[in-house]
Nanobody, 123 residues
Framework: QVQLVESGGGSVEAGGSLRLSCTAS????????LRWYFRAPGSEAKLVAR??????????FYADSVKGRFTIFRGNANSTMHLQMDSLKPEDTGLYLC??????????????WGRGTQVTVSS
């Protein structure tokens, strides 16, 4: 079982920056992908960015809405992941959730979710 805890959310003005962090316990070892999802008020969670849990074992993905503004990257230890958010817009306001999955066999994966960290961008 992997527990994920997000941090780094807060309130900023449009054009500002935030860096979100996701810490895994015990670690990201043995996992397949690491992701950030975004859930706007009253909406379903949408994928923002994805990175393979192991370097060079897959491609990095960004949603069109954040390309060029957000950067997903792993921390130095095998237990942290970050989302650098620049040029923030009011429409980026919402709950950001950390996600990881673990390949079991075939097409079966086990999913892990954090509880999320709130980002509020004012105009």
């Amino acid at each position: 079982q992997v527990q994920l805890v997000e941090s780094g959310g807060g309130s900023v003005e449009a054009g500002g920056s935030l860096r979100l962090s996701c810490t895994a316990s015990p670690s990201f070892l043995g996992l397949s992908s690491l992701r950030w999802y975004f859930r706007a008020p009253g909406s379903e969670a949408k994928l923002v960015a994805r990175i393979p849990a192991v370097a060079n074992m897959g491609r990095t993905f960004y949603a069109d809405s954040v390309k060029g503004r957000f950067t997903i990257f792993r921390g130095n230890a095998n237990s942290t992941m970050h989302l650098q958010m620049d040029s923030l817009k009011p429409e980026d306001t919402g709950l950001y959730l950390c996600f990881a999955d673990q390949h079991i066999e075939g097409n079966r994966f086990r999913s892990f979710w954090g509880r999320g960290t709130q980002v509020t961008v004012s105009s």
